[in-house]
């Protein structure tokens, strides 16, 4: 039998804020345990919790950037279970009436566009952390750390749209991008402020009713999703193929060993008892609030991409690199806008994408720096790929210009001028760098005559090695040629 997989993700997304959702005790990462809490978000009896309205706005945000329906009026509620990492035995969430609901995002995979349904997004508090481990060592005990309780989430819910764990992976990565953009979240899932779980069953293909669902935690990677994924579909395949019944249950991804283990029953609604929260007031949003809300959202990844292959003649490969990060399309416009006037941008966009895309995000990636922070400006970047242009240098010796532009903060113009690197144009000492290598490389010099067009690189890199990587590229390739046509004396 032939079975297709039905898939739908929970994104779990924390919301950028100093502050956690019903209290004043910050959100900031890596503190020492439980040294970020107060009696609200630890729970102590008779507090009462203040909305953090920041929170609010930057969800409704979202739902506008992801099409969805944002309600004029929602509620929180209680969601009632009793865990270690959860101090008032509930969790403050929405249940009825969420503040958003009926969206969608596209994204395109193996060039064919899937539109993906959202089916609600909503907020919620977070839940404190349980630590079974100190670095490698194991205890014998449970440790609670409370910091993250109270952190503000939002939980993007989707449809179940996705087939494949290949498309649940560009779901998750296209949502972060977009995300990223409307800089409501940095979406880091090592640090955990982007956490996904998957709801994944099988049905016969052809079939329309929805099979029994396992619901897979503990993916922190684009890659544990894929994998997670794949493990669960073909182990359900398996159980069905021998004759078992899948039970509708939550289970756990286990990365080295590279399966999924079983950790309980999945709960119904019902087994959490929700009923509104009683110390919340409701949310109201009228149509002008949105309004406003609507334009702050900034210009979204598949609009740069058009804009850049429009405007600047960009490849499909150069837009995607380039706006997958917003502070790397921001460093990559200004350094454009910076250096060149509107009317030459076109004919330096390539050139600058090259850079971007290569040599300077290599850096920022082997470093772990974001664009933004990069301590080569994009002025500076735009001053360099403008002597390259006008011929100063070669793109070789750019290169050992960028390296010391990145670890002194120089200006290209003043390590080129200090080191003497200028470009060697002189015609009349390419010629003779030309004849010496001509004569040194007699095989190489009359394959090419002989109609091999290759050669003449080993030619050119010889005269390069000659003027130790001064000479114009282009007029030494235009000087062997002439040399190379005329009759041997």
């Given at each position: 039998m032939e079975f297709e997989s039905v898939i739908g993700l929970e994104v779990h997304v924390q919301i950028k804020t100093r502050t956690k959702i019903f209290c004043g005790c910050p959100t900031t990462f890596g503190g020492e345990p439980n040294s970020q809490i107060c009696p609200v978000c630890a729970g102590y009896p008779g507090v009462l919790p203040v909305l953090n309205r920041k929170v609010v706005r930057e969800l409704a945000r979202t739902a506008l950037a992801l099409k969805a329906r944002v309600n004029s009026h929602s509620i929180f509620a209680r969601k009632q279970y009793f865990y270690p990492d959860l101090p008032k035995n509930y969790q403050i969430s929405q249940y009825e009436l969420p503040l958003a609901e009926k969206g969608e995002l596209s994204f395109t995979l193996d060039g064919q566009t899937r539109t993906i349904g959202i089916h609600r997004i909503h907020l919620e508090e977070d839940a404190g952390k349980l630590l079974h481990a100190v670095g490698n060592k194991a205890l014998n005990h449970t440790l609670v750390d409370l910091n993250r309780t109270g952190v503000p989430l939002m939980e993007i819910v989707s449809e179940p749209d996705l087939r494949t764990p290949e498309e649940a992976s560009e779901y998750l990565s296209t949502l972060r991008t977009r995300l990223r953009y409307l800089d409501v979240s940095d979406c880091n899932m090592e640090e955990g402020t982007m956490r996904c779980d998957a709801n994944v069953s099988i049905r016969p293909r052809g079939q329309t009713s929805l099979g029994t669902k396992a619901e897979i935690k503990n993916m922190n990677s684009f890659k544990a999703v894929r994998d997670a994924?794949?493990?669960?579909?073909?182990?359900?395949?398996?159980?069905?193929?021998?004759?078992?019944?899948?039970?509708?249950?939550?289970?756990?991804?286990?990365?080295?060993?590279?399966?999924?283990?079983?950790?309980?029953?999945?709960?119904?609604?019902?087994?959490?008892?929700?009923?509104?929260?009683?110390?919340?007031?409701?949310?109201?949003?009228?149509?002008?609030?949105?309004?406003?809300?609507?334009?702050?959202?900034?210009?979204?990844?598949?609009?740069?991409?058009?804009?850049?292959?429009?405007?600047?003649?960009?490849?499909?490969?150069?837009?995607?690199?380039?706006?997958?990060?917003?502070?790397?399309?921001?460093?990559?416009?200004?350094?454009?806008?910076?250096?060149?006037?509107?009317?030459?941008?076109?004919?330096?966009?390539?050139p600058v994408a090259n850079w971007v895309t290569t040599d300077l995000l290599g850096r920022l990636n082997a470093e772990h720096i974001d664009p933004a922070d990069s301590p080569l400006t994009p002025a500076r970047l735009g001053e360099l790929v403008m002597l390259i242009q006008d011929g100063v240098i070669s793109g070789k010796?750019?290169?050992?210009?960028?390296?010391?532009?990145?670890?002194?903060?120089?200006?290209?113009?003043?390590?080129?001028?200090?080191?003497?690197?200028?470009?060697?144009?002189?015609?009349?000492?390419?010629?003779?760098?030309?004849?010496?290598?001509?004569?040194?490389?007699?095989?190489?010099?009359?394959?090419?005559?002989?109609?091999?067009?290759?050669?003449?690189?080993?030619?050119?890199g010889a005269v390069l090695k000659k003027s130790a990587g001064k000479a114009n590229p282009q007029l030494v390739n235009k000087i062997l040629r002439e040399k190379l046509s005329s009759k041997p004396s």
């Open positions: 994924l794949s493990h669960e579909i073909r182990r359900q395949e398996q159980a069905v193929q021998a004759g078992e019944r899948i039970v509708q249950e939550t289970r756990l991804w286990d990365a080295a060993r590279g399966v999924t283990i079983s950790m309980r029953s999945k709960e119904e609604a019902h087994d959490y008892r929700y009923f509104p929260e009683p110390d919340l007031v409701p949310i109201h949003l009228d149509a002008a609030a949105l309004e406003d809300l609507r334009k702050t959202i900034p210009e979204m990844p598949e609009q740069k991409r058009a804009r850049y292959a429009d405007q600047w003649g960009l490849s499909a490969y150069d837009v995607n690199v380039l706006t997958e990060n917003p502070s790397l399309s921001g460093y990559y416009e200004e350094t454009l806008t910076s250096s060149w006037p509107s009317e030459q941008q076109a004919e330096a966009a390539k010796i750019a290169k050992t210009v960028f390296d010391e532009m990145w670890t002194t903060g120089r200006a290209a113009k003043d390590i080129v001028q200090a080191k003497g690197l200028v470009q060697v144009t002189d015609e009349g000492a390419i010629a003779r760098w030309a004849d010496e290598v001509i004569s040194a490389n007699e095989k190489a010099a009359r394959e090419y005559r002989e109609g091999n067009e290759r050669a003449i690189g080993a030619l050119v």
